[in-house]
């Protein structure tokens, strides 16, 4: 429907546009106390960097057809008509969400040289559809290099020349290893070598996963379903969140696990259908489940979140083991369910998401079992969740719902001051970001005095 894409289109770009000349008033009377340090300033771009690379939103049939995710400035549709936090929203439309939340920093400013951090609305992910996905698959080692062209050379070469770079950030809302193919590859394999090309190795890419020994990028929070605009919306929901009576011990929403190979996912699914299949199974502790299966193979949750929010609710643990890749969207949407997470391997959060999720404070929100006791030691994830004291079990949900949720959550844009003064995930992301840049340049000063 190409009528209906360039219609949405159509209203992000007026959106778009309003919201930047609103801002920019209001940020020139912005206290220069509270923006000391954490100036930014957004890169004028052309259209095709961004806006225009969502006119195309349904050409790309293998991907998804990806304008019904764009309404509400990348959030998606509503669940429901009469719902005012929850949206079907797909996560590698972050890089919308971003550039909108951008437009209502506080801090911005027009001038690049009071800039302490300068933000470039490119969507990185959006564009590399074409080279993963689209027509020009052989020619991936190109993704980037126009971009780079015009950010260092073309109209005004000295805003990148003044700290080469290092003070530039974009969000790639998809994880890195997509944009890692090593430039040596011919034909390329899959992926895009935008984070291999050294014009970009100065600049900070925030993914949705990244490296296991990254160096430009950060990985932050998958976008979830849950925006609320407002604080009464916040706190119905996490009142909802604290008093649901979970029934359930664990919970794997997901698919894989079919194959007949040993892996997590198939041990998950073999203990979960054996334990439910035998009728003497001790049920304990006053669950009237001890496991759920909610199978979301080949995407039917993707976009509906009902499918699993519910079940989440209901269960003390979501099981979170690795598939195509370490990290999972549903570690966020269990979070948000107030469902406490057991990892299998430290890269699918640990070593990922540290400003968002503190490194040294896991034990204190989640369950670690590493997979090779599940899949090759005959460990049972049922035994170690029992063995954990019930009054643990409830402080960790208690800092699962009261710490993590309000930080891993992206509030719906424009949403009320009373919100706003809470820090969500894209409020960590810029904090972590002008921290990063500034001992990035702080680091690029010391080198120029040498
Ligand atoms: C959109 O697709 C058309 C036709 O496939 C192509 O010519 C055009 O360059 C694409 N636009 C962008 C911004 O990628
Ligand atoms: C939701 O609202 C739209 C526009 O107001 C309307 O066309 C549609 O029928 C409504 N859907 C439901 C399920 O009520
Ligand atoms: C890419 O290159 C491979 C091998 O050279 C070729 O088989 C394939 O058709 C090419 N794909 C496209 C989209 O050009
Ligand atoms: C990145 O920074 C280094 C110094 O830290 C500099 O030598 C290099 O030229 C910069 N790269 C680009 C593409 O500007
Ligand atoms: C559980 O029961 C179903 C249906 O009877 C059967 O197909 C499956 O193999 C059983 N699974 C296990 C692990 O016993
Ligand atoms: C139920 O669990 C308890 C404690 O874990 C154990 O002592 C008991 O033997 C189990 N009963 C059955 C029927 O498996």
């Given at each position: 429907m190409p009528s209906a894409s360039l219609t949405t289109v159509a209203i992000l770009l007026l959106l778009l546009i309003s919201t930047t000349a609103t801002t920019s008033e209001e940020s020139e009377s912005e206290s220069e106390d509270e923006c000391r340090d954490r100036w930014i300033h957004i890169r004028d771009l052309p259209t095709r960097f961004n806006l225009d690379l969502l006119t195309n939103c349904s050409q790309y049939p293998v991907f998804d057809n990806f304008c019904p995710h764009l309404f509400h400035h990348g959030l998606g549709h509503k669940t429901h008509n009469s719902s005012h936090s929850w949206y079907r929203t797909d996560p590698f439309m972050l890089e919308l969400i971003f550039h909108r939340r951008m437009l209502e920093y506080p801090c911005l400013t027009s001038d690049p040289n009071l800039a302490n951090a300068i933000y470039i609305p490119y969507y990185a992910g959006l564009d590399s559809l074409k080279y993963l996905f689209g027509p020009q698959l052989n020619s991936s080692f190109l993704h980037g290099l126009d971009l780079f062209h015009y950010l260092a050379a073309a109209a005004h070469p000295h805003i990148w020349k003044k700290n080469l770079g290092h003070d530039h950030f974009l969000v790639m809302a998809r994880p890195a290893w997509d944009f890692t193919q090593p430039l040596s590859n011919d034909p390329p394999i899959f992926g895009t070598s935008f984070l291999e090309l050294p014009q970009f190795f100065n600049v900070t890419a925030l993914t949705l996963e990244s490296r296991a020994y990254p160096w430009q990028e950060q990985a932050i929070p998958?976008?979830?379903?849950?925006h609320p605009p407002n604080l009464p919306f916040l706190e119905s929901w996490l009142n909802r969140v604290k008093k649901t009576r979970r029934s359930t011990l664990m919970l794997f929403a997901g698919g894989g696990g079919m194959s007949a190979n040993p892996n997590v996912r198939r041990s998950i699914r073999l203990e979960c259908e054996s334990h439910n299949n035998n009728s003497n199974s001790n049920v304990s502790w006053g669950y009237e489940k001890m496991c759920e299966f909610v199978d979301c193979s080949n995407g039917i949750c993707e976009h509906d979140p009902i499918k699993f929010m519910r079940p989440?609710?209901?269960s003390s643990f979501c099981l979170q083991p690795p598939g195509d890749t370490p990290t999972r969207r549903s570690t966020f949407d269990a979070i948000v369910a107030g469902c406490i997470p057991v990892f299998f391997e430290e890269m699918s959060a640990?070593?990922?998401?540290?400003?968002?999720?503190?490194?040294?404070?896991?034990?204190?929100?989640?369950?670690?079992?590493?997979?090779?006791d599940v899949v090759f030691k005959g460990v049972k994830i049922m035994d170690v969740l029992m063995r954990i004291p019930r009054g643990e079990v409830r402080r960790m949900r208690e800092k699962v719902i009261e710490y993590l949720m309000p930080r891993i959550m992206y509030r719906k844009h424009g949403s009320s001051l009373g919100l706003r003064n809470k820090k969500d995930a894209f409020d960590i992301a810029i904090d972590g970001t002008l921290l990063r840049i500034k001992s990035r340049i702080q680091d690029l000063e010391a080198q120029r005095l040498e």
């Open positions: 998958y976008p979830t379903s849950f989440m609710l209901q640990k070593r990922q998401y540290g400003w968002h999720l503190p490194e040294k404070e896991y034990d204190e929100f989640s369950v670690f079992i590493r997979k090779e």
